[in-house]
């Protein structure tokens, strides 16, 4: 029986940093976006934690990127 294999939550970091340089928004302002603070923004984009489901979306409406790019 197959396993389910879980992606490194480093490539979706890495996928939120690219987004937000591109978008041109430091932390801050993403964070002011999304209702959170810097540092959790901080924490997404080195991977040390998840964001959830409805951070994903709040990511994907903010940078009309679709959900299924992000969590890839």
Not at 7 to 13: C, I, N, Q, R
Not at 23 to 45: H, N, P, W, Y
Request: aromatic residues 6%; charged residues 30%; positive net charge.
């Amino acid at each position: 029986m197959a396993r389910y294999k879980r992606k490194s939550p480093k490539k979706l970091a890495a996928k939120l940093r690219h987004i937000r340089l591109e978008l041109g928004m430091t932390q801050e302002e993403v964070a002011a976006k999304l209702g959170t603070d810097s540092g959790a923004i901080s924490r997404f984009e080195r991977g040390i934690r998840e964001p959830s489901l409805l951070e994903i979306l709040a990511y994907s409406y903010l940078s009309g990127v679709g959900v299924e790019i992000l969590i890839d």
